[in-house]
């Protein structure tokens, strides 16, 4: 599986695997990773993009802090993948913004001018 940047699982004790899907990719993790562990590992990335400019963001901070790795987890947004354990089938979905919604702000700029 390609991995674009440097991270690199280290050893795990785990014995317990789990698939997850993120978009309909299989991904097989140890049980107790997180799923922003997962995505930076099968460097999925970007896991989302920002609303008004569509800049790519991934994982950042892996605490909860930053609000950069918000997925789609089991039909649920803005699921925090740093803060979620993976699960057995769990299906997760990038949070990739609609061009449509940005080309909407461009038009209402424009007609504000
Ligand atoms: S990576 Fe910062 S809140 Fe999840």
New binding site residues.
């Given amino acids: 599986m390609p991995n674009a940047l440097p991270f690199n699982r280290l050893e795990t004790n785990s014995d317990t695997w789990v698939t997850l899907y993120i978009e309909d990719q299989a991904i097989q993790v140890p049980a107790g990773d997180t799923v ?1 562990a997962a995505i930076l590992s099968a460097g999925l990335l970007p896991s989302r993009t920002t609303s008004i400019s569509s800049s790519q963001r ?13 997925v789609t987890i089991d039909g649920k947004e803005n699921s ?4 979620t354990q993976v699960q057995d089938g769990m299906r997760v979905s990038k949070q990739i913004q609609s061009p449509d919604l940005n080309a909407a702000d461009t038009r209402e700029a424009k007609h504000d001018k």
């Fill in positions: 922003a991934a994982p950042y901070c892996l605490m909860g802090v930053c609000f950069e790795c918000l925090q993948a740093c803060m």
